[in-house]
């Protein structure tokens, strides 16, 4: 299990900022999406793209512009986005030729550096991988994500998983296992809404608190609603109702040990404030470059949440992409450890809030 307060984090003069009561956390996150192209087909998906320009590998002098924006609009994560599989594409291949990588992940490392560079955590999101390129990545790379979504098997036999062979529950969780056997603190979470029952949303959540048990490396765990878009096989779809929203909410706050984060997206959240009250202490990364998977759905600026927050009694905080009980020498290389230090001393803390900018879109 992670330590709490670990010494390391002491001798680097890092305050502790955490303190779970009436504190609500978000990270100043930027996106930046290497491809759009993913090998899959899930039912909600607006994300994936297998032709055109956003089918293709953006530079690394390309990534270095978007990163100098990042920073340039204060942002102290760089959350890194793509799809599964995006080595069987030709496009993307050539391109990784061409810039002298022999694979993605390579390129991956050396955009994570760039972010080293300019003061911004990389938080990678690419789907499964693997123990060794976890182990790769993690020199610097300070934390990892991703959803885990669901167990329930039944819905690969339904439009949300029929063409994703990698939604695979026992793949998605042999990721998770990965990257707890290669010590890299992980974000996961579930997608409400897509086909599963509450009892599955449950053993959902009972799995990853097992794997967590096991490794301890689980630092928060998203429950976000399935959206529906335009063009995908489950536009015509309802989202959840918000009470099994805020049930499943409830249920992970009951069911994950106390270090493990509940977080919602409150740019697609309803209600998000009653999320709150159910459990949620984390908005997530809010990125003043839009979200990228809900490109319709802009967040508000961080004082705006902060303004509604007030209002019930909770102050809004920033927080980096790693969280603090696993900022240690036992999970990070001495790479990331000192980049945190550095960003950590940038990072506001405290939002103000002002009534005046209660619906203020951030931009
Ligand atoms: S795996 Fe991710 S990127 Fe690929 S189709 Fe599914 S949701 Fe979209």
Redesign the pocket.
Known sequence: MPLRRPACYRALGIPMLHSRSKIITYSSSWTFVPTHY?????G??A??ERTGERAQLVSINEARKEIERARSAGATELLVM???GVEESRPVRDRLRREGFTNYIDYLVAVARIALEHDILPHINI?NVNEDELRELRQVVPSMGMMLETVDDKLRRTPAHLR?P??EPARRLATLRAAGAARVPWTTGLLVGIGETETSRAETIKTIVQIHQQFGHIQEVIIQPFTPHAKTLMENAAPPRFEELRDCVAMARALLPDEVTVQIPPNIAPRFLELIEAGATDLGGVSSDGDRINPEERWLAPRSYAASLMKRGYALQSRLAIYDDWIANDWMSSETLEAVARVRRRLPQIIAASPSSEKEVYV
């Open positions: 993913c090998r899959n087909t899930c909600y998906c994300f994936v793509s799809g599964e789907g994703a990698d939604k």
